[in-house]
């Protein structure tokens, strides 16, 4: 059981593992031990879930979320297989916990009479810069 909230739990058959081999070093051990953990999470199937939590997750812009609405999550950082399953629930449960918060609205502000002032005195600025190249260029050429 994976709890990310006392009232919000993620039973353990909703987790699909898959144990492979890593890639990377690890002398002869990492062509015959299958030490990475793939873990797989549905996040649109399932039950455990909150409607605002799964919208959020299925919102969010992770290559690790497949079309069809799966968590992939592939941890080959330690030798062993054990080491690994936890670093995987670990980082399903940070995922998990950055879309608990929903996100702060965005409250829209009108720009004050000097900022604008401001932004429209550097645009003359500029204007008046570009406008005085073009013309001495044009002496230069006559």
Same mark, same amino acid.
């Given at each position: 059981?994976?709890?990310?909230? &006392?009232?919000?739990?993620?039973?353990?058959?909703?987790?699909?593992?898959?144990?492979?081999?890593?890639?990377? &070093?690890?002398?002869?051990?990492?062509?015959?031990?299958?030490?990475?953990?793939?873990?797989?999470?549905?996040?649109?199937?399932? &039950?455990?879930?909150?409607?605002?939590?799964?919208?959020?997750?299925?919102?969010?812009?992770?290559?690790?979320?497949?079309?069809?609405?799966?968590?992939?999550?592939?941890?080959?950082?330690?030798?062993?297989?054990?080491?690994?399953?936890?670093?995987?629930?670990?980082?399903?449960?940070?995922?998990?916990?950055?879309?608990?918060?929903?996100?702060?609205?965005?409250?829209?502000?009108?720009?004050?009479?000097?900022?604008?002032?401001?932004?429209?005195?550097?645009?003359?600025?500029?204007?008046?810069?570009?406008?005085?190249?073009?013309?001495?260029?044009?002496?230069?050429?006559?």
């Amino acid at each position: 059981m994976l709890r990310l909230t &006392p009232s919000i739990a993620i039973p353990e058959d909703e987790l699909s593992e898959r144990f492979i081999r890593a890639s990377g &070093p690890g002398g002869q051990n990492v062509n015959k031990v299958a030490t990475a953990v793939e873990l797989r999470f549905d996040i649109g199937g399932s &039950p455990s879930l909150p409607d605002g939590l799964r919208q959020r997750l299925l919102a969010r812009r992770d290559r690790r979320i497949t079309e069809d609405g799966v968590l992939v999550i592939l941890a080959q950082r330690f030798r062993t297989q054990e080491r690994n399953r936890e670093d995987a629930r670990e980082r399903l449960l940070g995922v998990l916990m950055a879309a608990l918060k929903p996100p702060k609205a965005r409250i829209a502000t009108k720009p004050t009479r000097g900022s604008q002032e401001r932004r429209m005195a550097s645009k003359r600025e500029r204007a008046t810069i570009k406008r005085n190249r073009a013309a001495r260029k044009w002496d230069r050429d006559g």
